[in-house]
């Protein structure tokens, strides 16, 4: 098994100090585990935590999204998916400070749905997501621009995925879009395509692929893939024209690993396996699974299987190795045979988090993230949209 390596960040009164630390030898279990962490941080960070996190009381509210590590995981007062934990953060209005443990686009929506009074703070700023980088606010209205010249804009519904910055939701909301998450991509898609013809999908090109093709009927053909990086996208006005959703080329580099191969593999070495896999997969491994879904619909998969099942899972490696922890009757895997967190959720570590807290119990609000009032309207717009889904 490929060994994971870990960036131990140990705060001081003043920075910060990087020191490596090699995984823990006795982690090695083979390649059928999935996967270890290095050995939890220093126990004085723990009471560390514990400490600032008392001193602070209800003034503050941590969140924790499911692929945050295990030793951040057990600070976390709720966990979830990113929209939840936004909703989550929007519920609390009596908490002063909101430390959302998760990556940049995440507490941006958190900024956005939550009161003027309440600070979000990222305990590491350079916790930020490759898809969400992968579409810029200029190269969206440049998009717009080559639809708007092949004739298309005003049939064209933009649909983003929670997973985008919030320039890219304001976009969104700016031009009567809505957001969505894996789990209401199909009713995204359904309102969508009640108001117009065509759908602008941003910006991970699997996830709207998947719903479009697998969940809603539609053939490989009815999906162009806009590349922001050539001239028009690399698409001719033809194809604009003929094509019903328009992809932006975007992608999880988590689970744009897993490949048909993987698939294969694992059925191979494990008779029996239940292969179960997030629809931001690519296309060829999402066919090949037995079951598609959202975070949350993976982790409820697991609780109401069978003792005995034997599953195959293709999402980040923290979740997987928390399922297996807790379902030690099933055999639970990670899809890839190497390991493979996701690298910018990982830079949340315990040391961040307690700088953060004893930061915010010293009356000192650290890393705050803030959203500008106009791009947090039109963004808000969007979300509401998606709320008022049936």
């Known amino acids: 098994m490929t060994t994971a390596q870990d960036l131990d960040v140990t705060p001081t009164p003043l920075a910060l100090l990087l020191l490596g630390r090699e995984a823990d030898p006795r982690s090695e279990r083979g390649v059928d585990c999935p996967g270890e962490l290095p050995a939890p941080s220093d126990p004085d960070l723990v009471e560390r935590a514990r400490a600032a996190k008392e001193k602070l009381g209800e003034k503050v509210f941590v969140l924790g999204h499911h692929y945050q590590r295990d030793e951040v995981i057990r600070f ?43 600070q979000v703070v990222l305990p590491d700023l350079a916790a930020g997501c490759s898809m969400a980088d992968m579409a810029t606010a200029e190269q969206v209205a440049e998009c717009w621009d080559v639809l708007t010249e092949a004739g298309v804009a005003g049939v064209t519904v933009p649909v983003s995925y929670m997973n985008s910055s919030a320039d ?13 998450t894996s789990s209401n991509a ?28 697998r969940e809603m009927g539609m053939s490989l053909e009815d999906c162009v893939v806009y590349n922001p990086h050539k001239p ?18 975007g992608h999880c580099s988590v689970h744009g690993r ?33 079951r598609v879904g959202s975070t949350e619909y ?17 999402t980040e490696l923290n979740l997987v190795r928390r399922l297996a922890k807790a379902h030690p009757d099933k055999e639970i895997v990670f899809l890839d045979r190497t390991v493979c967190f996701c690298s910018t959720m990982n830079r949340i570590d315990l040391p ?33 949209r998606m709320l008022a889904l049936p």
């Open 232 to 249: 028009n996208g690399g698409l001719t006005a033809e194809q604009l024209r003929g094509a019903k959703m328009i992809l932006w080329r």
């Open 352 to 384: 961040h988090l307690v700088w953060a807290l004893e930061s915010l119990a010293d009356g000192k609000v650290v890393n705050r993230i803030e959203v500008d009032e106009e791009t947090a309207a039109y963004a808000q717009q969007a979300l509401e």
């Open 168 to 180: 890219i939701k304001a976009f969104t909301g700016r031009h009567g879009g809505t957001i969505c």
């Open 76 to 118: 976390a007062d709720v966990t979830g998916d990113s929209f939840r934990l936004a909703q989550q953060a929007a519920a609390r209005p009596e908490a002063e400070y909101i430390v959302f443990c998760g990556v940049h686009f995440m507490a941006e929506s958190a900024d956005i749905l939550t009161g003027d009074s309440q």
């Open 186 to 213: 199909e009713r995204a898609l359904d309102w969508a395509f009640e108001q117009g013809e065509k759908v602008l999908f941003l910006p991970d090109q699997h996830l709207g692929r998947n719903t479009a093709v």
């Open 298 to 314: 993976i982790i409820k998969a697991l609780d109401a299987a069978p003792a005995g099942s034997k599953w195959a899972i293709g």
């Open 258 to 290: 897993f490949s048909l191969e993987s698939v294969r593999e694992v059925r191979e070495r494990i008779p029996g396996v239940n292969v179960l896999v997030h629809p931001e997969c690519r296309h060829e491994v999402v066919t090949a699974a037995d």
